[in-house]
């Protein structure tokens, strides 16, 4: 009898520990000066320093530690003011010194803490999740093992080794024990890297690409039996590429887990690999045996103490929190949840709110990008936001609102300006596309269309207003659409004495 | 007339004067080479064709008249450089079978400056394997003899620079100095060696033995001629986080000075007396009058916890060495051994370690691994580094009293070569003098005082100065000197038996 993961989590209570690896998106590498692009070819971003060649020395990239700083302050850390690099010592091809330089017992940033906010069958709950510490290392290079069976170093028959990450600056946040989750602790960490990445995002500071692997997770679960009060033995799950992954591969392993202890079996201590496909893990290396890593103080690079003062500007430079501005602006815009939602999914939050703050109106300005732009953008496969900048859409959205363009124009213009036709009012002039809002040439349209229903005008005349709508349907029909409806509205019902 | 016996200065004021060219220059000293490193061993690699091509390069320059006054002084003087600075496409072993064949794709900070300066590179010189040694006898490629007696060593761990230098195989080397490994050669070969302060010479590009005590400096036959290259190598550099950003010490002028008078100089109490061969001491009092009789002030010094720094700098050198010779596993360059298909990574890493590496350095390497193990870090590593910390107090409160400190090197004169070789912990207490300046990374120089009347072999007076105040060793180094010379009537390394083959 197998548990799932209902009464698995009915009878046990998952511990969760979350350990996040971002790759900084600084030009050079962490302790040289070597290009950080993703995707160049093997071997062409290395130097003597990051190949460790003989008696090369590093030096620490201050913009790396700037952005380390920032990630401490946006998580609620206090900013060491002196710490340190220590070697980790460990023999591995892909690490061409045989030590990474990381931070060891004396990191840059320390307790901090991130709320997250899950919905749960009691309505939206926060969970507080507390940050032991953000420290600063470098990447391996990567190996490339060829033949064999599954990709993996044994039974391989060659490997390739490609240094061009080895050196990359990497920030890794690492989470207190978060206990009290119950059965949301998938949720939970769900929830908490993407908050993360979003924050991340908002400080400029990484890619944050989990299909790349600029922004890692790897996730540890225990299981005790509910109220017991005791921590179970953990396990460490690597190789999680998405944010629903990061949810799979815990339900998946509370699940293991739990079946495990059922069947009085013990549990582990390993690491485990998520296997995208099944989403189940696979056994890893096993950690039973602490590996010995000789950690030392790195006596090459001196210690790194940031100036208060320089902290402080840092803190004063933060973007607002990422789920703080998502409410305030929501409340601000008036969105319902499900567009919010769509909104921040189609990533196009950022332009609406510049498109607002250059004088849109929040409603056309959000329905603009998430309907035509993107519909547009859908058809040519690129990102909404590099079709048209903010200021072109802002300046269309005003001469909607100014009665210049009607809807109908304005997507007109818009598309003249993704075409490369030019600015909104290039295209305008280019294609003629002006509302047509000399009275003098409407009144002729006017007076043409009361004299094709001169019963509607007379009952206009006696009072029944609604009955403008089939004038200016006339109206507009002879004016090619270009008329203001508004105005044709405006000038039938002052004609006819009503207005 | 200038030649290979004439001091580095007076080639430099040939040179400038067109009285020589630099590839005369040159070319007189690979002759030499030529001629007595069958004897000496000193070299490891020498490089006649760049070495001359350089020296073409700065009389191209010096016949161009207009660029005279922006040379540096030493621009057409030959040099020798240990083989542990990296020099682009030049063999570079650190006398280890593990480098063989490995040609630096990149100049060392210190090689780029020589370049730089027109200081004309001859060759590289023997080492024990990475630093490792007192006597040369770990070098990979065979030991290195010392002028004075061929059946002697010339100390190391840079014995080839030293005997270069002693040998007038060359006016001027580069050495590095981890616990001694300038001065004690220095010392046991008659001229004179500088360990600068920690970080006024940049490491970038020196192949690490132990990065927080390693020390790049100069060797020459004179205070001044050490002083100009020290000139030419010093400075901050960028490259290297440990450098210091501040003007170099003045060392040159301080050379040229001559003078000590109202200068208070500290006897370490505890590096002086028993312990030390008797004509060693001999000399170091001779010195003491001398300098009294410069004006200077002689002052008594205590240092209690120098006893500890020899046992605590074995165990902090072999843990960072332990780590910063992991790279050497054959998966990017050097020995690689095993390969043959069948293997994996591991096991030709392993099986190139154990062919590539010499007794001495896996005996450093085990040291150090252990020393930082799990359950053993602050017993070891932990303890040596606070030791570290009294050695620094030690020699700050010593300083309160005096301008300079003063020893001896070594314990002894050259000793013959074999005689400690199966004896580490000898061979260990030959530094004894010369770890606590490492510990504390502060800079020392050693300079010939005399010979000892039992074996007629040079001593080495050890002059230390506070951190980045080099100059005061320069300045009272280039005083007793000149006190040394009127007395002696001759430089000490004529009485030096001559290497040469008789024409």
Redesign the interface.
């Known amino acids: 009898m197998t548990l799932d993961y209902k009464s698995a989590t009915e009878k046990f209570e998952p511990t969760l520990g979350l350990e996040v690896h971002v790759e900084l998106n600084t030009n050079s590498k962490m302790f040289c000066s070597c290009a950080t692009e993703f995707g160049a070819s093997p071997n062409t971003q290395t130097c003597p320093v990051c190949l460790g060649l003989p008696g090369a020395l590093p030096v620490v990239n201050g913009k790396a530690i700037e952005s380390t700083i920032l990630i401490g302050l946006a998580l609620n850390c206090s900013i060491a003011p002196y710490s340190r690099f220590a070697r980790k010592n460990y023999f591995y091809p892909d690490m061409p010194k045989n030590f990474q330089t990381s931070q060891y017992d004396e990191p840059i940033c320390v307790d901090g803490y991130l709320d997250v906010e899950i919905e749960t069958e009691d309505g939206p709950k926060t969970f507080r999740v507390d940050i032991e510490r953000v420290h600063m290392e470098e990447d391996t290079g990567k190996s490339l093992h060829v033949g064999g069976a599954t990709g993996r170093i044994h039974g391989a028959e060659y490997s390739l080794l490609d240094y061009n990450r080895a050196g990359i600056p990497l920030v890794e946040i690492v989470t207190r024990i978060i206990p009290g989750t119950g059965k949301y602790a998938p949720q939970v960490a769900r929830a908490y890297v993407t908050q993360l990445r979003d924050i991340l995002r908002a400080l400029g500071v990484s890619d944050v690409k989990m299909e790349q692997g600029s922004l890692r997770c790897d996730a540890n679960v225990s299981l005790a039996p509910i109220g017991s009060g005791i921590l179970g033995t953990r396990s460490e799950t690597k190789n999680v590429n998405s944010l629903r992954s990061v949810e799979r591969a815990l339900t998946g392993e509370i699940e293991r887990q739990a079946n495990r202890l059922e069947a009085g079996e013990r549990i582990i201590q390993e690491t485990r690999h998520f296997l995208e496909e099944s989403g189940l893990t696979r056994p890893g290396r096993s950690k039973e045996q602490a590996e010995d890593y000789r950690y030392f103080p790195e006596p090459d690079l001196v210690p790194v103490t940031p100036d208060a003062k320089w902290i402080e500007e840092l803190r004063a430079k933060l973007p607002e929190n990422p789920a703080d501005r998502r409410k305030r602006l929501q409340k601000e815009w008036n969105v319902p949840d499900a567009e919010m939602t769509s909104l921040i999914n189609a990533e196009l939050m950022d332009v609406v709110e510049e498109t607002i703050k250059l004088g849109a109106e929040p409603t056309r300005a959000r329905t603009w990008w998430l309907g035509e732009i993107s519909r547009l953008a859908n058809e040519k496969e690129v990102a909404p936001t590099s079709l048209i900048t903010t200021a072109f859409v802002a300046e269309i959205i005003a001469l909607i609102s100014s009665g210049d363009l009607t809807d109908k124009l304005a997507r007109q213009v818009v598309e003249g300006v993704v075409s490369g036709e030019g600015s909104p009012a290039e295209v305008i002039e280019k294609r003629g596309l002006k509302v047509v809002s000399d009275d003098s040439a409407l009144m002729v349209a006017i007076e043409a269309a009361i004299a094709a229903q001169p019963d509607t005008a007379e009952r206009i005349r006696g009072g029944n207003i609604p009955a403008v709508g089939a004038l200016i349907g006339a109206v507009m029909k002879a004016t090619g659409g270009q008329a203001d409806a508004a105005k044709v509205r405006e000038l039938l019902l002052r004609h006819l004495g009503q207005g | 007339m200038t030649n290979i016996y004439s001091t580095a200065a007076e080639m430099a004021s040939a040179l400038s004067k067109k009285e020589i060219t630099s590839v005369e220059l040159t070319k007189a000293h690979l002759d030499r080479i030529a001629e007595v490193d069958g004897k000496l061993h000193s070299f490891l690699h020498v490089d006649n064709e760049g070495a001359l091509a350089q020296a073409a390069e700065v009389d191209a320059k010096r016949a161009m008249g207009k660029m005279s006054e922006t040379l540096s002084p030493l621009a057409g003087v030959p040099i020798a450089v240990k083989d542990i600075?990296?020099q682009k496409g030049i063999p570079?072993t650190?006398g280890s079978k593990i480098?063989e064949g490995?040609r630096?794709?990149?100049d060392?900070t210190v090689v780029a400056k020589l370049k730089a300066a027109g200081v004309v590179i001859l060759g590289k010189t023997n080492m024990d394997e990475f630093a490792m040694g007192s006597s040369t006898e770990n070098s990979a490629y065979g030991t290195t003899q010392n002028p004075w007696d061929l059946t002697r060593t010339p100390g190391g761990s840079s014995g080839g620079s030293a005997a270069a230098v002693a040998g007038f195989e060359a006016p001027l080397a580069i050495g590095t100095d981890t616990g001694g490994s300038i001065r004690q050669p220095a010392a046991l070969t008659g001229i004179v060696g500088v360990k600068p302060t920690y970080g006024g010479v940049s490491?970038?590009?020196?192949?690490?033995y132990?990065?927080?005590l390693d020390q790049v400096g100069p060797f020459g036959r004179t205070v001044l001629d050490t002083a100009l290259l020290h000139e030419v190598i010093a400075g901050h550099d960028?490259?290297?986080?440990?450098s210091i950003n501040a003007p170099i010490p003045q060392v040159v002028a301080a050379a040229k000075r001559l003078d000590v008078k109202g200068m208070k100089i500290g006897v370490i109490k505890e590096l002086s007396g028993s312990g030390f061969q008797a004509g060693v001491s001999a000399r170091i009092n001779e010195s003491i009058e001398l300098l009294v009789a410069a004006g200077a002030e002689i002052v008594e010094v205590s240092c209690p916890n120098f006893e500890y720094a020899l046992a605590a700098y074995y165990l902090i050198a072999p843990?960072?060495a332990?780590?910063n010779l992991?790279?050497?596993?054959s998966?990017?360059?050097g020995l690689r051994v095993g390969d043959d298909g069948t293997k994996?990574?591991?096991e030709v890493?392993s099986a190139t370690r154990e062919a590539g590496f010499g007794k001495e350095v896996k005996r450093r390497i085990i040291l150090g691994?252990y020393a930082?193990?799990?359950g053993y870090?602050d017993a070891y590593?932990g303890s040596a580094q606070k030791v570290r910390t009294l050695v620094k107090r030690d020699f700050e409160n010593a300083f309160t009293k005096a301008d300079v400190l003063i020893s001896p090197v070594t314990p002894t004169t050259a000793f013959k070569l074999g005689e400690k070789s199966n004896d580490p912990v000898a061979m260990y207490l030959s530094d004894i003098a010369t770890i606590p300046v490492n510990m504390a990374g502060i800079g020392g120089m050693s300079l010939p005082v005399g010979l000892a009347e039992e074996d007629g072999l040079p001593v080495g007076l050890q002059i230390m100065a506070p951190l980045m105040q080099d100059d005061r060793f320069y300045r009272v180094g280039g005083t007793l000197e000149a006190a040394l010379l009127s007395k002696w009537g001759k430089p000490i390394l004529s009485n030096a038996p001559d290497l040469a083959v008789k024409k």
Not at chain 2, 326 to 329: E, H, N, Q, T
């Open positions: 600075l990296a570079t650190a480098l490995w630096p794709p990149y060392s490491r970038y590009g020196v192949i690490a132990s990065s927080s960028e490259r290297d986080s440990t843990s960072e332990s780590s992991a790279r050497f596993d998966m990017r360059y994996g990574a591991e890493m691994t930082l193990s799990s870090y590593y």
